[in-house]
């Protein structure tokens, strides 16, 4: 079977619980695509709160580490477009857990391929792959200074890394063998907020929140030194769909061109709440410190926006506020109800 050209485009999201599938979901909802949001398993805990916010989307069950549940969701879904998102997308958990790493963020990208080429939407599906900056790794050697491009030396510096350069690859050689339209998107950090309290920027502002309004004293992290390029997830969708209107397949950068380090939104996550000094508030814990650590990570996004018109709207500042603006109302909800 091949997706019909006359109905809505269809379009399968793999990862629909996370940060960036929210974003995307809602984004090609607005667009008018039929949007079905891939689960894994009955007692996803996200799995009511997507279908809360998305009513318009039909979710379906299957796991990346399942080839024939994938098979099954790509027959169904019959879809134009695939975006895989999903993966085990946390660098600190992938140190703690390795092997389910490279199995999920790893194979899961494989056996997806093989899903599309099986069920024989080779030819018509045009298929995005998450990579990700924590591909280059960082190292000083291998660091350019405008930033890395989609030809820079790969080097990861952890097992997520190095399961999502598996994924790269695949990818890559699915395009090359089979002819299949796969675009990758490297993708810089980005945040917002539906992004999960595990990670830091997140965790700092549902932290800065709480401190804000008495329920918390302090917050403890890692190492504040890191810089990243920080960038807003609902831009960064944008970009993703971007990639598969193109003519062609290719491999995209989406960054903003600067970096930032921990202490700086810090600093901005604080300010959005009244609080001049983080200081005061912030312990450092060496249980957050991981293994091996990338100092700085820094995006040309330079052929995305030549190539596809992308750009980014909202900036750091901007982002740390909507984050905090976000958190302080779920702090403030169950102060309410203790009032009440």
Same mark, same amino acid.
């Given at each position: 079977?091949?997706?019909s ?49 998305f ?30 998102? +999903?993966?085990? !997308? #946390? ?6 857990? =390795? ?6 963020? %790893?194979?899961g @990208? ?8 099986l ?12 990579s ?59 945040e ?21 309004? +008495?329920?918390? !004293? #302090? ?6 030194? =890191? ?6 997830? %609902?831009?960064? @969708? ?22 930032s380090?921990i ?5 901005l996550?604080?300010?959005?709440a009244?609080?001049d ?46 984050m ?17």
């Amino acid at each position: 079977m091949t997706p019909s050209t006359t109905s809505p485009p269809r379009a399968l999201i793999t990862g629909a619980t996370g940060q960036d599938g929210g974003h995307l979901t809602e984004l090609l909802l607005a667009k008018g695509y039929e949007v079905f949001g891939l689960v894994r398993g009955q007692r996803n805990p996200r799995r009511e709160a997507y279908a809360r916010e998305f009513p318009r989307a039909t979710v379906i069950e299957a796991d990346l580490t399942d080839l024939p549940s994938l098979i099954r969701a790509v027959d169904r879904a019959q879809p134009h477009e695939i975006y895989n998102l +999903g993966a085990i !997308s #946390h660098v600190g958990y992938s140190f703690s857990n =390795p092997a389910i790493t490279a199995e999920v963020t %790893g194979k899961g @990208v494989l056996n997806l391929l093989e899903a599309v080429r099986l069920a024989g939407l080779a030819g018509s599906a045009r298929v995005y792959q998450a990579s990700t900056s924590e591909m280059y790794g960082g190292l000083a050697y291998n660091r350019p200074e405008t930033g890395y491009t989609e030809e820079s030396v790969f080097h990861p510096r952890s097992p997520y890394g190095v399961a999502k350069l598996f994924g790269h690859w695949a990818a890559k050689n699915y395009r090359e063998s089979y002819d299949m339209f796969v675009s990758c998107g490297i993708l810089f950090n980005h945040e917002g907020e539906r992004r999960g309290v595990e990670f830091v920027t997140r965790k700092i502002t549902d932290a800065v929140a709480r401190i804000a309004t +008495g329920q918390q !004293s #302090h917050l403890e992290l890692g190492d504040l030194t =890191p810089r990243r390029d920080w960038g807003y997830a %609902g831009d960064f @969708v944008e970009g993703m769909w971007r990639m598969l209107q193109h003519d062609t397949p290719d491999d995209f950068v989406l960054a903003t061109g600067r970096t930032s380090s921990i202490e700086d939104f810090l600093h901005l996550a604080f300010t959005a709440a009244g609080i001049d000094d983080w200081r005061p508030y912030v312990v450092q814990n060496p249980a957050f410190f991981r293994p091996a650590e990338v100092d700085v990570l820094l995006g040309d996004p330079a052929k995305a926006e030549a190539v596809l018109g992308w750009r980014r709207h909202v900036d750091l500042a901007e982002m740390a506020r909507r984050m905090v603006a976000h958190d302080l109302t779920l702090a403030a909800a169950p102060l309410a109800v203790a009032v009440a």
